[in-house]
Each structure stands twice: as structure tokens, then as C-alpha cells.
């Protein structure tokens, strides 16, 4: 007997309802077969670091009729600003370009775009060891001199301190999750056994500690200068986490 469309159409969608009911009650019981004699466990390090290295950055704008005009302009106040710095015992090579950029200026008059000349940005920085802070000063100084503005000032970590403490950080976490483990088989009456899989959260490793920012200030130098001379560098946190699966013996 030839069954109606309709008919075909319900028993389709039926034995479809049931086979995913099966896939699903397959999928439940293998989980809870792989995942019953696991134990998922985080750890956390939370270590405090104190920055070892001061950044300060410079920003020149110049402008010209031309882009070469506002570029050798440009040109002559960094020459002049590392002249400078070379007499406060610091090396041409110290200072380090961040960013460089020409454009064009325009006027928007009665809806037309006039070209009124070329900018020319450029951006440096320049590092220096919590034991030559006395030094800031006297940067500051010098690109005052040689008609520079000052972008910002930081408390950093060098590469290398920020890696080891990165790592001490990610180490004391994967302890942590482990004792966690440990103690929680024990009150199951149980034991650790392999490591099934590991995952790292980036955590809050660490970011510059802004000193000073010529946004928030107006770009005032004396209030750059104050900073240095008063502002110490302070302990920071850094954070890492560790998520890890162990099986139970």
C-alpha cells in the first residue's frame, strides 16, 4: 500500500527524531564514560614587579609650502635634539624613531578642498634605567631646546625582566592548579594521575605605567618636568592563569 505524501513526510521527521535522540544519549554516556575519572582544576600567580626602565617620547611637527620644506624643517630640529642629547652622555643610536609621517594640509572653503601645505610628524623615544631617572630632566630640557613637544613618559619593564617574570608568573599558576588537583583527588579518595591537557590565559601580564600623557596635561612641560622629579615608580601585579585536566587514579 503506497503511503500518502504527508504520511512519508511524518514518518521521515519521526525516525529522524529518533536517531538524533540516540546520537545524543551515545554522545552523554561517552562523555560521561571519558570524563568521570577527570578532575579540571585552575591555577592563578599573582606576583607584584617593580618597572626597571623609563621611556620618554618626543613629537616634532613641523610644517612648509612643501613636503620637502616641512621635512628638512623637521630634519633640523631632531638633528639639533640629538645633539643634544649626545651632550647628556647618551649615544645618537639611544634615540629610536616610533613613528614618520608627511601629509598634506587642506582648507575647506565653499565646499572646495584648497591644499595650504604639508605636515611633517615625527616621533622618538628614547630609554633610560630607573638609576639615571635624574637624567629626565634634563631630556625634557632638551627637546625643549631644540622645539620638540614631549608625547609621554613611562615606567616600563625591559624585554628581558618582563619575559622572567612573565614565566615565574605562568610557572606559580600551573603549582597552583596542581596543589589544587592534589588536595581535591585526596578528599575523593583518590590520587593524580596523568595530565590530560593544559590551557593559558594570557592573564594581565603587564602594560607601560603611564607617568605622564601630553594629552591629559595640555602638553605642558612643566608639569613633565614635576612628574620626573616627584612621581617613583611602584609595585605592579601581574596575573596569569592555568586551566588543566588531570585523570584520577
Given at each position: 500500500?503506497?503511503?500518502?505524501?504527508?504520511?512519508?513526510?511524518?514518518?521521515?521527521?519521526?525516525?529522524?527524531?529518533i536517531?538524533?535522540?540516540?546520537?545524543?544519549?551515545?554522545?552523554?554516556?561517552?562523555?560521561?564514560?571519558?570524563?568521570?575519572?577527570?578532575?579540571?582544576?585552575?591555577?592563578?600567580?599573582?606576583?607584584?614587579?617593580?618597572?626597571?626602565?623609563?621611556?620618554?617620547?618626543?613629537?616634532?611637527?613641523?610644517?612648509g609650502?612643501t613636503?620637502?620644506?616641512?621635512?628638512?624643517?623637521?630634519?633640523?630640529?631632531?638633528?639639533?635634539?640629538?645633539?643634544?642629547?649626545?651632550?647628556?652622555?647618551?649615544?645618537?643610536?639611544?634615540?629610536?624613531?616610533?613613528?614618520?609621517?608627511?601629509?598634506?594640509?587642506?582648507?575647506?572653503?565653499?565646499?572646495?578642498?584648497?591644499?595650504?601645505?604639508?605636515?611633517?610628524?615625527?616621533?622618538?623615544?628614547?630609554?633610560?634605567?630607573?638609576?639615571?631617572?635624574?637624567?629626565a630632566?634634563?631630556?625634557?630640557?632638551?627637546?625643549?631646546?631644540?622645539?620638540?613637544?614631549?608625547?609621554?613618559?613611562?615606567?616600563?619593564?625591559?624585554?628581558?625582566?618582563?619575559?622572567?617574570?612573565?614565566?615565574?608568573?605562568?610557572?606559580?599558576?600551573?603549582?597552583?592548579?596542581?596543589?589544587?588537583?592534589?588536595?581535591?583527588?585526596?578528599?575523593?579518595?583518590k590520587?593524580?594521575?596523568?595530565?590530560?591537557?593544559?590551557?593559558?590565559?594570557?592573564?594581565?601580564?603587564?602594560?607601560?605605567?603611564?607617568?605622564?600623557?601630553?594629552?591629559?596635561?595640555?602638553?605642558?612641560?612643566?608639569?613633565?618636568?614635576?612628574?620626573?622629579?616627584?612621581?617613583?615608580?611602584?609595585?605592579?601585579?601581574?596575573?596569569?592563569?592555568?586551566?588543566?585536566?588531570?585523570?584520577?587514579?
Amino acid at each position: 500500500m503506497k503511503l500518502k505524501p504527508s504520511v512519508q513526510i511524518t514518518l521521515i521527521i519521526v525516525a529522524g527524531l529518533i536517531l538524533l535522540t540516540l546520537i545524543t544519549i551515545f554522545t552523554i554516556k561517552s562523555f560521561i564514560s571519558s570524563s568521570k575519572d577527570s578532575l579540571q582544576v585552575n591555577g592563578q600567580s599573582t606576583i607584584k614587579v617593580i618597572p626597571d626602565l623609563i621611556t620618554l617620547s618626543y613629537n616634532v611637527e613641523t610644517k612648509g609650502n612643501t613636503s620637502k620644506e616641512a621635512e628638512d624643517s623637521n630634519t633640523k630640529i631632531v638633528n639639533d635634539l640629538i645633539y643634544q642629547v649626545v651632550q647628556l652622555g647618551f649615544d645618537k643610536e639611544d634615540l629610536k624613531t616610533e613613528n614618520f609621517n608627511i601629509y598634506p594640509e587642506y582648507n575647506w572653503q565653499s565646499g572646495e578642498q584648497e591644499l595650504i601645505g604639508y605636515k611633517a610628524v615625527h616621533s622618538l623615544k628614547i630609554e633610560l634605567t630607573i638609576d639615571e631617572m635624574s637624567k629626565a630632566g634634563e631630556l625634557i630640557d632638551a627637546g625643549t631646546n631644540a622645539g620638540t613637544g614631549i608625547s609621554y613618559i613611562n615606567f616600563e619593564l625591559s624585554p628581558e625582566l618582563e619575559q622572567e617574570y612573565k614565566s615565574k608568573s605562568i610557572k606559580l599558576a600551573a603549582q597552583d592548579a596542581k596543589i589544587k588537583a592534589e588536595a581535591m583527588a585526596e578528599g575523593f579518595d583518590k590520587k593524580v594521575g596523568k595530565l590530560v591537557s593544559v590551557s593559558l590565559s594570557e592573564g594581565n601580564y603587564y602594560s607601560p605605567w603611564r607617568m605622564y600623557d601630553s594629552m591629559e596635561s595640555g602638553g605642558s612641560v612643566a608639569i613633565a618636568k614635576e612628574a620626573v622629579a616627584n612621581v617613583q615608580p611602584s609595585e605592579k601585579e601581574i596575573t596569569a592563569y592555568v586551566s588543566a585536566v588531570y585523570k584520577l587514579k
